[in-house]
Nanobody, 124 residues
Framework: QVQLVASGGGLVQAGDSLRLSCAAA????????IGWFRQAPGKQREFVGR????????YYADSVKGRFTISRDNAKNTVYLQMHSLKPEDTAIYYC?????????????????WGQGTQVTVSS
């Protein structure tokens, strides 16, 4: 089992930047691909991006491509979501999750363990 703790959320203004962290404990972190998802009030959870086990491969939703970057530090068992040029529509609870599924995993059902989420609010 893998325990994940997401942090770094907060209230920012449109155009600001924010970095979220997801710290992992438990089974070997480096064996998993890591995904970020978000869920806005009244909406379904949506895929934000994913990084491969090694950190060499990244994939992003069109809505965040060019603004968000995922990185990981396997030595620290931590993955990061750097967000730039934030928009009010980025307001959501952000979740990190792990998967061992090969290939790009954009569905939440493909992820095995989830963090508790961290709130990001972007004011206009």
């Amino acid at each position: 089992q893998v325990q994940l703790v997401a942090s770094g959320g907060g209230l920012v203004q449109a155009g600001d930047s924010l970095r979220l962290s997801c710290a992992a404990a438990g089974r070997t972190f480096r064996n998993y691909h890591i995904g970020w998802f978000r869920q806005a009030p009244g909406k379904q959870r949506e895929f934000v991006g994913r990084i491969s086990r090694s950190g060499a491969g990244e994939y992003y939703a069109d809505s965040v491509k060019g603004r968000f970057t995922i990185s990981r530090d396997n030595a620290k068992n931590t993955v990061y979501l750097q967000m730039h040029s934030l928009k009010p529509e980025d307001t959501a609870i952000y979740y990190c999750a792990v998967t061992s599924t090969v290939g790009v995993s954009t569905s939440s059902t493909q992820y095995d363990y989830w963090g508790q989420g961290t709130q990001v609010t972007v004011s206009s």
